[in-house]
């Protein structure tokens, strides 16, 4: 059964930093695509950063050149870097797999940015 476990998340001040990490177990993890997302109280679900089994990132306007996302495929996680963090990123970010099959959601980690 495929697992997905978020961490990192935490209390930070405008402008700072935070790394997420995901790390999944039950799966061959280098084969897949994936995801992070934010949710906040009373919004969608939204992407902030993808990175395809090759490699390949996109962002939206909201997060780009201040998220990064990679991979390490060895290790079976991905990782956000979040810089120049603003209030409005405040949310409960997800990790997700693209499966074969169908999706695979972690449980979130909670992301605070306040002063």
């Known amino acids: 059964q495929v697992q997905l476990v978020e961490s990192g998340g935490g209390l930070v001040q405008p402008g700072g930093s935070l790394r997420l990490s995901c790390g999944a177990s039950?799966?061959?993890?280098?084969?897949?695509?994936m995801g992070w997302y934010r949710q906040a109280p009373g919004k969608q679900r939204e992407l902030v950063a993808s990175?395809?089994?090759?490699?390949?990132?996109d962002y939206p306007d909201s997060v780009k050149g201040r998220f990064t996302i990679s991979r390490d495929n060895d290790k079976n996680t991905v990782y956000l870097q979040m810089n120049s963090l603003k209030p409005e990123d405040t949310s409960v970010y997800y990790c997700?797999?693209?499966?074969?099959?169908?999706?695979?959601w972690g449980q979130g980690t909670q992301v605070t940015v306040s002063s």
């Open positions: 990175i395809t089994r090759g490699g390949v990132t």
């Open positions: 039950g799966i061959i993890f280098g084969f897949y695509n």
């Open positions: 997700r797999l693209d499966g074969f099959t169908g999706t695979h």
